[in-house]
């Protein structure tokens, strides 16, 4: 059983006594396991198939239709009349998601001309393709996350490793990193971005490891301020002349004080990190076409004005994420604050 210090259990304390920040912990939680069970939630293959006494998984083996009687070697719609007449027909039964659609799936049974508005097989309403909203939402706000916790995770290390080397050692090592550090800030990251996806295809990684190379900047001031002050300290001497390595004296003496003042940046990498990626994909530079994506649906809603639950939506979401991670952020820096 893990047993927490009297300083982390009144630090969890304070975060559970923040009733905003533990709410909003719980609802991004929820959103999370929504978001990363999406094919178990819209899924346009069944997620159980009974037939002829056997089990199937569609959803997550590819069976073809002649599995079940049909002709045709190919995968079959399980959504058409005539695979569930095969199926159906011999006394089997499928078990579809609650929403039966994917993200890339195109429903041709509509009977208004797409986008068209919500309806009880569409709830969300369908974009300019005829695809469902929802599905892509639970989709592309997946993506958005894993994205944004991918990033603020390779930026914590660099920014923090960077920030904590020059506040320790100082001199020549501190002054080299700030020229570099100021060098590298005045690129612009945007047009970088822009002018790169001339040159190659843009992917999830791609994009991650562009953004990853200037995300870090933010923490390293502040990492290294506290090193400065956190060196010179009298039980940072006494543990220096105990004989403690650098590494030891950074990690379990200077680095605990340090994280305070860290935390508070990080819902901004996360929140930076999403809105980012939805501006990239809203003007084109960002993932692959016909990837789900909150900054994809902006983009059809501004050729879409006469569909005003696409701009709805896209606004609800993002205003959801990035509330959250804020809020979050909040508990968190109130529960590190030492003078809490």
């Known amino acids: 059983m893990l047993t927490l210090s009297p300083l982390n259990q009144r630090r969890l304390a304070r975060f559970k006594g923040h009733r905003r920040g533990l709410i909003s912990l719980w609802v991004f939680a929820a959103l999370c396991v929504i978001c990363l069970c999406g094919e178990l939630i819209a899924n346009d293959k069944p997620l159980l198939v009974h037939y002829h006494d056997s089990w199937y998984f569609p959803s997550l083996v590819d069976y073809d239709e002649t599995e079940f009687g049909g002709q045709l070697p190919f995968q079959p719609d399980y959504r058409s009349t005539y695979v569930r007449e095969l199926i159906e027909g011999q006394g089997g039964w499928m078990l579809f998601a609650p929403i039966p659609f994917s993200a890339d799936t195109i429903n041709y049974d509509l009977t208004q001309p797409s986008p068209s508005p919500p309806s009880r097989q569409n709830w969300l309403g369908t974009d300019e393709q005829a695809r469902d909203v929802l599905a ?158 909150i900054g994809e649906l902006i983009g059809q809603a501004k050729r879409n004005l006469q569909a005003p639950w696409l701009a709805l939506t896209a606004f609800c979401t993002l205003a959801l994420v990035l509330s959250l991670l804020v809020f979050i952020g909040e508990a968190c820096r109130d529960a590190f604050d030492p003078q809490g």
């Open 136 to 293: 892509r939402v639970i989709f592309g706000i997946r993506i958005s996350l894993l994205f944004a916790l991918l990033l603020t995770a390779i930026s914590a290390l660099i920014g923090i490793t960077a920030g904590a080397l020059q506040g320790y050692y100082g001199g020549w090592i501190d002054l080299l990193g700030q020229r570099m550090q100021e060098i590298w800030t005045g690129l612009p990251v945007l047009y970088l971005l822009i002018i790169l996806s001339g040159f190659v295809a843009p992917s999830f990684w791609w994009l991650l490891g562009i953004m990853a190379l200037f995300s870090w900047l933010a923490l390293v001031d502040v990492v290294r301020a506290e090193f400065l002050r956190g060196r010179n300290l009298e039980y940072v001497k006494a543990a220096r002349a105990l004989g403690l390595s650098d590494g030891e004296l950074m990690r379990r003496h200077i680095l605990p004080n340090a994280m305070t003042s860290t935390l508070t940046f990080l819902p901004f990498i996360l929140t930076g990190a999403i809105t980012t990626l939805t501006a990239l994909d809203f003007l084109g530079f960002g993932l692959p076409p016909g990837t789900a994506s």
